[in-house]
């Protein structure tokens, strides 16, 4: 194993490891902190993988914003501080099943479809300049139709969490 | 570096993704699982543009716009989960049986929904 293999495979451990403490604790806290460890240790290993700007990218908008989101739903929501004993339904060990299952069919496709892939981590893949430059030059369409889809998010969100718009719809047309 | 360890790492975390879908209770939760499936195609799609070099970059572009799809999607997500807690009192997806079809409601047409229902009880 080569240097940059041995990081990935500790930052991978990490990763899993929260992973599964993600989904696993009875603290609902602790659910959005350790998913705080997977983000970051997956940023790791993009920046392993040479792609700087999407590893910046990862800690700005996932650590910074979607789990912050988070943290608030969790606390507006008034869940229990705490252990509280009813986060997993009753399907758990059919869902254990179908995820063991999953992880062995895509295991074993992947590990038999890349025996003999190597990836070159030489010359850096990912900086802002080359990321930017053909953002900016060949994907600009699909950059305009994500900035609609986040105003369009935004005003949906607006009105759904706003009580006073939706009240009204009875008597007149709005 | 071998292909294999990333694409494994996504393979499990995955699943990982997928028993927290299915396993959780609580809708948060569930917002986290996704969150991970995602996490898990977002690896998968930077170590196939880090091993093709695509001249175009297009897999770590459209790893931009996952996160940014998955950002609006946990903003609508937790907007929908808030009016859910705020009209039942409750984000328990398995408690939410408003739309579910009932037992005692005639069976004619959707016999293969309600034994699925069973089966899943």
Same mark, same amino acid.
Request: charged share 15%; with cysteine.
């Given at each position: 194993?080569?240097?940059?293999?041995?990081?990935?495979?500790? $930052?991978?451990?990490?990763?899993?490891?929260?992973?599964?403490?993600?989904?696993?604790?009875?603290?609902?806290?602790?659910?959005? $902190?350790?998913?705080?460890?997977?983000?970051?240790?997956?940023?790791?290993?993009?920046?392993?993988?040479?792609?700087?700007?999407?590893?910046?990218?990862?800690?700005?908008?996932?650590?910074?914003?979607?789990?912050?989101?988070?943290?608030?739903?969790?606390?507006?929501?008034?869940?229990?501080?705490?252990?509280?004993?009813?986060?997993?339904?009753?399907?758990?060990?059919?869902?254990?099943?179908?995820?063991?299952?999953?992880?062995?069919?895509?295991?074993?496709?992947?590990?038999?479809?890349?025996?003999?892939?190597?990836?070159?981590?030489?010359?850096?893949?990912?900086?802002?300049?080359?990321?930017?430059?053909?953002?900016?030059?060949?994907?600009?369409?699909?950059?305009?139709?994500?900035?609609?889809?986040?105003?369009?998010? $935004?005003?949906?969100?607006?009105? $759904?969490?706003?009580?006073?718009?939706?009240?009204?719809?009875?008597?007149?047309?709005? | 570096?071998?292909?294999?360890?990333?694409?494994?790492?996504?393979?499990?975390?995955?699943?990982?993704?997928?028993?927290?879908?299915?396993?959780?209770?609580?809708?948060?939760?569930?917002?986290?699982?996704?969150?991970?499936?995602?996490?898990?195609?977002?690896?998968?799609? !930077?170590?196939?543009?880090?091993?093709?070099?695509?001249?175009?970059?297009?897999?770590?572009?459209?790893?931009?716009?996952? !996160?940014?799809?998955?950002?609006?999607?946990?903003?609508?997500?937790?907007? !929908?989960?808030?009016?859910?807690?705020?009209?039942?009192?409750? !984000?328990?997806?398995?408690?939410?049986?408003?739309?579910?079809?009932?037992?005692?409601?005639?069976?004619?047409?959707?016999?293969?929904?309600?034994?699925?229902?069973?089966?899943?009880?």
């Amino acid at each position: 194993m080569s240097g940059p293999e041995i990081v990935f495979v500790l $930052l991978g451990i990490v990763a899993l490891g929260s992973a599964v403490l993600v989904v696993t604790t009875r603290q609902l806290v602790h659910a959005a $902190l350790w998913l705080v460890v997977t983000l970051g240790s997956l940023a790791g290993c993009f920046l392993v993988l040479t792609a700087e700007l999407v590893a910046w990218v990862q800690v700005l908008i996932y650590v910074g914003a979607v789990v912050v989101l988070l943290l608030f739903g969790i606390m507006l929501t008034r869940a229990p501080i705490g252990r509280s004993s009813d986060v997993d339904s009753g399907n758990r060990w059919a869902a254990l099943v179908v995820a063991l299952g999953t992880a062995a069919t895509l295991v074993t496709v992947v590990v038999s479809g890349f025996r003999n892939a190597y990836v070159d981590l030489g010359t850096p893949a990912g900086g802002a300049k080359t990321l930017g430059a053909s953002i900016f030059r060949y994907w600009v369409l699909p950059f305009e139709a994500l900035s609609v889809l986040l105003l369009a998010a $935004l005003i949906g969100a607006i009105v $759904l969490s706003r009580t006073d718009i939706g009240a009204q719809s009875d008597g007149e047309v709005s | 570096m071998h292909v294999a360890y990333p694409v494994v790492l996504a393979a499990l975390l995955f699943s990982v993704g997928v028993y927290g879908v299915l396993a959780r209770r609580n809708a948060i939760l569930v917002l986290m699982s996704v969150e991970l499936m995602l996490n898990a195609v977002n690896l998968n799609l !930077i170590t196939f543009d880090v091993w093709l070099r695509d001249a175009l970059n297009a897999g770590q572009t459209l790893t931009l716009y996952v !996160i940014v799809i998955a950002a609006a999607e946990v903003g609508l997500g937790l907007a !929908i989960v808030l009016l859910v807690f705020r009209n039942r009192t409750t !984000i328990a997806v398995d408690s939410l049986r408003e739309l579910a079809d009932r037992d005692e409601e005639p069976a004619a047409g959707n016999g293969q929904v309600t034994t699925l229902q069973e089966a899943e009880r």
